[in-house]
Nanobody, 124 residues
């Protein structure tokens, strides 16, 4: 059984930073494409950052390029999302998603496994 557990969310002021973690069990990160999504109130789920099992280089959504960094630690079966220079519009629930497919997709329906989400609030 695959489980994804996110942590690290919280309240932060504009310009601040957070690091989100997603601990995976029941799946080997080398065999998985891992994607961070986020969903703000009243908005659709948005792809934020992804590392595919085929190409280990992260890709990012346009709204977070240059501010967010995704990484993975295979030994710890954990993926991370470093959030820097946070803006109020980054406020959302952030979800970790995984798939046995070998490529990234911004379509949430392409991912078989989901965490419960961690809330990030950017406010002064």
């Amino acid at each position: 059984q695959v489980q994804l557990v996110e942590s690290g969310g919280g309240l932060v002021q504009p310009g601040g930073s957070l690091r989100l973690s997603c601990a995976a069990s029941g799946i080997t990160l080398d065999d998985a494409t891992m994607h961070w999504f986020r969903q703000a109130p009243g908005k659709e789920r948005e792809g934020v950052a992804c590392i595919s099992s085929r190409n280990r280089s992260p890709t990012y959504g346009d709204s977070v390029k240059g501010r967010f960094t995704m990484s993975r630690d295979g030994a710890r079966s954990t993926v991370y999302l470093q959030l820097n220079s946070l803006k109020p519009e980054d406020t959302a629930v952030y979800y970790c998603a995984g798939s046995r497919r070998r490529y990234c997709s911004d379509y949430a329906s392409m991912y078989e496994y989901w965490g419960q989400g961690t809330r990030v609030t950017v406010s002064s």
